[in-house]
């Protein structure tokens, strides 16, 4: 690993600053769990390196009903699993979050750090996504707030402008009804990256869908919102069959690759049955998360 | 500037030192500390190996910046025990089988400590994911979780006996 | 086994309190003033010529205080085939292939020495398929190794094409088994020394310090007194350190001879998975001759390992599985064919059962697709056919004791094996399968001989040193060897100091590997306390007055008192004895020294057929699984596993072993696999990718011990801890097609693998 210059600033303002001194040369530093390694294998050469962490008020949680989830870039996974709030009102986040990694992953990985990866398998995108999350975004003009299947440009790619700084997520209260939940299919229990995730929010009425959410995970270059699944079963009777059918428009929309982890005909074949299962689970009518 | 002075307590002891920015928890604890009780095994935080409480919480410190653990309180394998007393989660690794080789059982016994601190009464499962970080290649984890749990029990008052 | 004090007791690990804070010593742990630390520089290319190499600039870089290439390292060494150099000078063979080294005062700068180093290469065509590798027109890797044939091994016993034509049926199926890593939780690491009267100190991971040694000494052409060996605690081997068989080792050892300081070299966790050997991929056809109730008649088992560019362990692995192939049954008509192909790949070596996992692997599936297509109960075919104590194998092994039948037996009752195949459930499937391995080995062609040592000091205060040829390398040996020796002499374990690995203060012996350390290192142990029992139970005879012929019958030990049996207050402690032995005119002191040559043969050098091994130990594995037919995740919901042991001196111990394997078995049967890309390259070379199970994995794992009592082995001990990697990967296979209907029989069986079978099994209709 290189070494570099570091920074610990105390205001936005001090790292909006030098993130545009540092141009290209300036990383910022969140858990490290990504950019530690990204440094260490000399994918990533920073000449300095911004730690966010003595920044006030980035690691906050805080709901109201009205404004909804704000969360910090900067909050822990660790802090996610034990937020009230989102435990009651956001369960497939916290859902994601427990399947990340491992504790000592958990206990210093960030929220903002793992989107900001920006890896097309991340288990917190397709839970954020589910929810319409928004970026809320510093820099050196005026704070701007893009949804959040905006901010993803490509494999490990993300659209932020020169000297801007992820700073919260604002997730609004999804409807009352609403169930769902996040399916990871991975080899292992702990430790891995999904080979595909599913997340899907329903709310159904009278025995029809009336809101369908379908993100998929881990089958495109982003993580992808099934627009064509979820408006083919919005409006469909709630039935094996439509729910079948959704899955096959989810897998229409998606195109996974080969690589040493999965096939793409296999990763088809588990969107296939995930988005079945995941929607099926969603309406059945004792089921909760915990 | 590519140096930062640190200030970090280790073990209960303050320690001041001057590192280049790049270097890693693990390679100040190993290195400028002696302390090479917590082991380096993939230097990439994906085995669990360098475990250490900072600040009460397991971290992987081959992945934590020097810098970055700056003013935190560390604890390493080496604190657990005093002279001719074992820790009850080191009495019950010993006892109960869960110790071969012996590489990852500091990152083991300390993942099991952040544990028991928060939860002193864990499931089987709980004991799982506490040390599903944890790698290792000898025991299959059995009597790990086994020695995890005799030691919450202890640790609770509940069983006194010793092996 | 009978009742004894400390042998068959479940005693903590005698070195679990130094591993448990921390105090434990591994070589990676450890740093010598003055020392310069040392990097390898590795091929890019598969296969190529080397032009030329610059080292000028590299030199030139501060704190660089000495750089190396393939002309410092002029050194032949091997395993059974000679055909490596530390450092090449004519050619790269693999991906990963040492062509220079650095050594620097810390590990960046040589680092960034490596980048300053020219090599100018120029590629050759590469082959990176074993199949591939035979066909004419190959590449040809090594000069003179025609179809890049490294080795064959052959058996030729009794007349198979008579068994088949003798056969109800004959069934000819295709296996293949996957590359996997051995994962050492210490990376690989050594610290060479040299002092200025020429000798050198070699501390390393060893599993065999004395054949490190031998290995150095001979490459070096010095002798071997110049050379000292030392090993701390290892932190797992599983094979991988059976001997010094690395660039790392030679480029430490001339870079610290040439700058006269220490130089460590630590691999990083990807060089220690693409070089450090893995377990050989072995491509396999079995063709079993059967009668119509599952009698087997006759096996013919053809095998193509791709040992990688270098041959190491390669051979032996195929040797060694064409041997066991021949060894679990009692049919007595078997022909094996093996070979050993170069391919422009990193290479393989040994790991944890040499070949016999794969080929148990081939077989046992085979077994249990036969029963399954004679609608016979594959636990009843097995139990029909298995061997028992006293039988002469097809490949020659005399089985002086044999839990076979019991093992089986044991764990069907442990998974409920009748009544589950009675009352089977939707997408839930069992499997059977069984094994066997030697304990230690005499492999041929080789040194006649298989041996351990034991030397034993009695101290004054009725303690004991125990030096012993063996490595503890996380097995346990140590507290066996502890456990005997406390047995032996009357006094307690922790009175027993267990010291290993230096090669000049420990007697000679072959090291840690073959699961020789209980039964071979164990009987050294055993001999050498036996022999120091006698000198105190004659020094106290002559302190008590006692005849010498009477000193067995009225003289005994317990508690380290040496007391007379009619009167049990009369006595001495131990401590006593030796200072009564010593202290005085023509005194002596109470030490013994034990050498065990392991009871068994070279195999014969034409038929291949001998009783390589002076024991066998055999084991079951019954496994339930529940297959998720949409994805095809294959869980596991149980694993019942047993192992004749012949005595269990440690139960804990062997059970730790036990579940140990289990773990490593199930990564073997179900995710773990080496994955290589078109250029040679290993690409999960990392955690991440290479999959190990973790804890919320692991299924329930319920061990049975059988004790079937070996007449050679130390109270009646055999081998554990390679037999217990054997069976997972077949019962696992077996249990999927009983759960879902589909055979999977190349390993892992990965969900992908069993997803993409049933739906070609629904395509057919």
Known sequence: MENFEYFEPKTLKEAVHLLVKYKQGARLLAGGTDLMNEMKGGYVKPKCLINLKKIKGLDKISYSKKEGLSIGSLVTWTNILSSKPIYQYFPILREAASLI??????????????????????????????????????????????????????????????????????????????????????????????????????????????????????????????????????????????????????????????????????????????TYRAITLSISKNFTLE | MKKSQIKIKVNGEWHELTVPNKKTLLEVIREDLNLTGTKKLCNTGECGSCTVLMDGMAVNSCIVLAVDANGKEITTIESLSQ????????????????????????????????????????????????????????????????????????????????? | MKEFDFVGKDIPRVDAIDKATGNAKFTVDLSFPNMLHAKLLRSPLPHAKILNIDTRRAEKLAGVKAVITGKDTPYVFGVSHFDQTPLQTEKVRHVGDAVAAVAAIDVDIAEEALRLIRVDYEPLPAVFDAVEAMKPGAPIIHEGKERNIAAHASYDLGDVEEAFKKSDHVFEDHFETQRVAHVCPEPHNCIAVWDSS??????????????????????????????????????????????????????????????????????????????????????????????????????????????????????????????????????????????????NLPYGGAMRGLGNPNVHYAMETQISMIADRLGIDPLDMRLKNAVHTGDETASGAILKSCGLTECLEAVAEKIGWREKRANPKPNRGIGIACGVHFTGVRLSPGIDADFAGANLIVNDDGSINLATSCTEIGSGSNTVYAQMAAEVLGIEPNKINVVFGDTENCPMGWGSRASRNTAVGGMAVKLAAEDARKQILNAAAEKMGIPPDNVDMELDIKKGMVYAKGTPSRGMTIADVV??????????????????????????????RGNFSSAFSFGAKA???????????????????????????????????????????????????????????????????????????????????????????PFGAKGVGEMATIGTPEAISAAVHDAVGVWVTDLPVTSEKVWMALKKKTERG
């Open chain 1, 101 to 274: 990694g491992c504790p000592q992953i958990r206990n210093v990985g960030t929220i903002g750090g793992n989107i900001c990866h920006a890896s097309p398998s991340a288990d917190s995108a397709p839970a954020l996504m589910i929810y319409e999350a928004q970026c809320v975004i510093a820099g050196p003009g005026r704070e701007r707030i893009i949804p959040i299947e905006e901010i993803f440009a490509g494999v490990q790619k993300i659209s932020l402008k020169k000297g801007e700084i992820l700073t919260r997520f604002r997730l609004p209260t999804p409807d009352t009804g609403s169930k769902g939940c996040y399916l990871k299919f991975s080899p292992r229990r702990a430790m891995d990256l999904p080979i595909v995730g599913v997340a899907v929010l329903v709310r159904t009425s009278d025995g029809t869908f009336q809101d369908v959410k379908i993100t998929l995970g881990a089958v495109a270059p982003t993580p992808i919102r099934a627009r064509r699944a979820e408006s083919f079963l919005c409006g469909k009777p709630v039935n094996d069959e439509s729910i079948r059918k959704a899955a096959g428009e989810a897998v229409m929309e998606s195109k996974p690759i080969t690589d040493v982890r999965a096939s793409r005909d296999y990763r088809l074949g588990l969107v296939n049955e995930l």
């Open chain 2, 83 to 163: 002279i001719g007393k074992l820790h009850p989660i080191q009495e019950e690794f010993v006892a109960r089988g869960a110790i071969q080789c012996g590489f990852c059982t500091p990152g083991m016994i300390l993942s099991a400590k952040a544990l028991l601190d928060q939860n002193p009464n864990p499931t089987e499962l709980e004991v799982k994911k506490a040390i599903s970080g944890n790698f290792c290649r000898c025991t299959g984890y059995v009597r790990i979780v086994n020695a995890i749990l005799s030691a919450a029990e202890r640790l609770r008052g509940e069983n006194d006996e010793r092996i």
């Open chain 3, 198 to 343: 020429g000798k050198l100190t070699f501390y390393y991971c060893s599993q065999a310090p004395d054949l490190t040694r031998l290995q150095l000494a001979k490459a070096f052409g010095i002798p071997e007194s110049k050379v000292r060996v030392f090993t701390h605690n290892v932190g797992g081997g599983f094979g991988s350190r059976a001997t010094s068989k690395f660039s790392m080792d030679f480029a430490a050892i001339v870079l610290a001879k040439k700058t006269g300081r220490p130089v460590k070299i630590e691999y990083t966790r990807d060089e220690e998975f693409a070089y450090s050997t893995f377990r050989n991929k072995f491509i396999m056809d079995v063709k079993t001759g059967v009668t119509k109730d599952g009698m087997i008649l006759g096996r013919q088992v053809t095998t193509i390992s791709d040992t990688g560019a270098y041959c190491d362990y390669g051979p032996v692995n195929v040797n060694v599985g064409g041997a066991m192939a021949g060894t679990l049954y009692r049919f007595m008509n078997y022909k094996f064919d093996g070979y050993s192909v170069y391919t």
């Open chain 3, 579 to 608: 200072k009564f032995n010593r202290y005085r005119k023509d005194g002596q002191a109470i030490m013994a020294k034990a050498h065990w040559d392991a009871p068994s043969e070279l195999a014969d050098k034409v038929t291949g």
């Open chain 3, 623 to 713: 496994i339930e699984v529940e297959v998720d037919p949409g994805t095809g995740k294959v869980n596991v919901l149980k694993v019942a596993a047993s192992q004749d042991v012949g005595a269990a001196i440690n139960p804990l111990g062997i059970n730790c072993q036990i579940e140990g394997a289990v773990h490593m078995g199930l990564g073997y049967a179900l995710t773990e696999e080496l994955v290589l890309d078109q250029k040679g390259k290993v690409v999960n070379d990392h955690l991440i990718d290479y999959k190990i199970l973790t804890p919320l994995d692991m299924p329930p794992i319920e061990s049975v011990i059988v004790e079937s009592n070996d007449p050679i082995g």
